[in-house]
C-alpha cells in the first residue's frame, strides 16, 4: 500500500475481506474468550480479549500503515501515554517534555510516575537547543506534541531528532494527524495518539494508539499492553477504524473551516494573539470575556475535546488544563481554544461574530 497516495491508504488500510462471509469491512468480534482445539493451542494471539482481538488487530494494522510503523490500541489517549512511558523508561530515567503540553500529560508525569522515580524537565520546544541543553545521562524520552495543546506551536520534529542523542523522540500526532505529518518518516521512534479526536472524528468513542518504529519498542509496548490491560473493546475499535476511511475528507474540511475563523477573529476588536498552524481544526485566541465569550455561542458547543465534526469551544484554564494550574505550564484565563468542525466555514464565522458581538454590547451600553 505505500505506493498509493495518503487517500487510498486511508480508505483501504487495515481491510481484508473476511475469509469465511467475503464482508468487505471488518467485523465485531464482541468476544471475551476464545474457543481453544486443544490445551495451549489458538488461532494467532487470540486466546483471551485482553490479549488481543481481531478487530482490534485490524485497528492496530490500520494505524501502523498510516503512520509508517507498527501500532497498539489502547482504551484511551492516556493509557497510550502510559504505555509508551512505561515501557521506554523506569524508575530514576529522565523526560523532557513541553511547557505548554496537554495537562493529562502532566498530570500522569507530575502526579502518578514522578512517585515511581521518574523525573521530568519543561522547556520550549520551539528552541530545539534549549531541548538538548537539557538532555542527560538519565533522558530516556524527549516527549513532543506539534502542534502544541492548546497554545498551538509548531516543533520542528528533525531538529529535535537531530540533537536526541540517545534518548527516544515521541511525538504527539494528535492535533496533526498522519494526513499532514508522519513523524517516524520524520525520524521520531514513536508517535502517539488520542484516537478520540480526529482519527476517531465523530466524539462517539474513546481511544489511544501507540505506532513504533522499531520492533523490539514495539514488544515491550506490547507487554504493558497486555499485562496493565487498558484496550479498547472491540466496538471502540471498530468506530476508529471507520473514521480512518475519511481521515484526509475531514481534515481538509475542517482546515477550511479553521481558515476562515482565524481570518475572521484577526480583525476582531479585543481579540488578541489568534493562533493557527495553517492546518487542521484548532484555533486559540485570547479575549478577556473568555468564560461569557465560550457559553454565548450557538453552533461552537461549549465542551472539551476536539477533532469531531461538530465545532466545540473551551477554556483550557478551567477545563482541559486546570491540573498544569500553579506549574510552568498554566494558561492563561483569557485563552479560548476551538476546534473547528466541518460545518461551512460561513455559519461558524457568523456564530463567532454574534457572540463577539453580545460581549461587546453591554461594555459599550456603560460607556
Not at 523532557?96 to 502532566?106: A, M, S
Not at 481544526?281 to 477533532?307: C, I, N, Q
Amino acid at each position: 500500500m505505500t505506493s498509493y497516495s495518503f487517500a487510498t491508504r486511508a480508505v483501504h488500510a487495515g481491510l481484508e475481506p473476511d475469509p469465511t462471509y467475503g464482508s468487505v469491512i471488518p467485523a465485531i468480534h464482541q468476544t471475551s474468550t476464545y474457543a481453544q482445539p486443544a490445551p495451549g493451542s489458538f488461532v494467532a494471539d487470540f486466546d483471551y480479549a485482553r490479549s488481543g482481538n481481531p478487530t482490534r488487530s485490524a485497528l492496530e494494522l490500520a494505524l501502523g500503515e498510516l503512520e509508517g510503523g507498527l501500532g497498539s490500541a489502547f482504551s484511551s489517549g492516556m493509557a497510550a501515554t502510559h504505555a509508551l512511558l512505561t515501557a521506554a523508561a523506569a524508575a530514576g530515567s529522565h523526560v523532557i517534555l513541553p511547557d505548554d503540553l496537554y495537562g493529562g500529560t502532566y498530570r500522569l508525569v507530575d502526579k502518578v510516575l514522578a512517585r515511581w522515580g521518574l523525573e521530568y524537565d519543561l522547556v520550549d520546544q520551539t528552541d530545539p537547543d534549549a531541548v538538548a541543553a537539557l538532555i542527560r545521562t538519565e533522558t530516556a524520552v524527549i516527549w513532543v506534541e506539534t502542534p502544541t495543546n492548546p497554545t498551538l506551536n509548531v516543533v520542528d520534529i528533525e531538529a529535535i531528532v537531530a540533537r536526541k542523542r540517545h534518548a527516544l523522540v515521541v511525538v504527539d500526532n494528535t492535533f496533526a494527524t498522519p494526513v499532514i505529518q508522519r513523524p517516524l518518516e520524520l525520524g521520531a521512534d514513536a508517535v502517539v495518539h488520542s484516537t478520540t479526536k480526529y482519527l476517531g472524528g465523530h466524539s462517539d468513542t474513546v481511544g489511544g494508539a501507540v505506532i513504533v518504529r522499531d520492533a523490539e519498542l514495539h514488544e515491550q509496548v506490547r507487554f504493558v499492553q497486555n499485562s496493565v490491560g487498558a484496550v479498547p473493546g472491540p466496538f471502540d475499535c471498530f468506530l476508529v477504524h471507520r473514521g480512518l476511511r475519511t481521515l484526509h475528507l475531514r481534515v481538509a474540511a475542517h482546515t477550511q473551516s479553521a481558515r476562515a475563523v482565524s481570518e475572521f477573529l484577526r480583525d476582531q476588536p479585543g481579540v488578541e494573539d489568534v493562533r493557527w498552524p495553517g492546518f487542521g481544526g484548532m484555533v486559540s485566541f485570547r479575549h478577556p470575556g473568555a468564560v461569557t465569550l465560550a457559553t454565548s455561542t450557538k453552533l461552537f458547543t461549549l465542551a472539551e475535546s476536539l477533532g469531531g465534526v461538530e465545532s466545540l469551544i473551551e477554556v483550557p484554564q478551567v477545563m482541559t488544563h486546570q491540573s498544569v494550574e500553579g506549574s510552568a505550564a498554566a494558561v492563561p484565563a483569557d485563552l479560548v481554544r476551538l476546534s473547528c468542525g466541518v460545518e461551512a466555514p460561513e455559519d461558524l464565522v457568523e456564530d463567532l461574530a454574534a457572540a463577539l458581538t453580545a460581549l461587546a454590547e453591554p461594555v459599550a451600553a456603560s460607556l
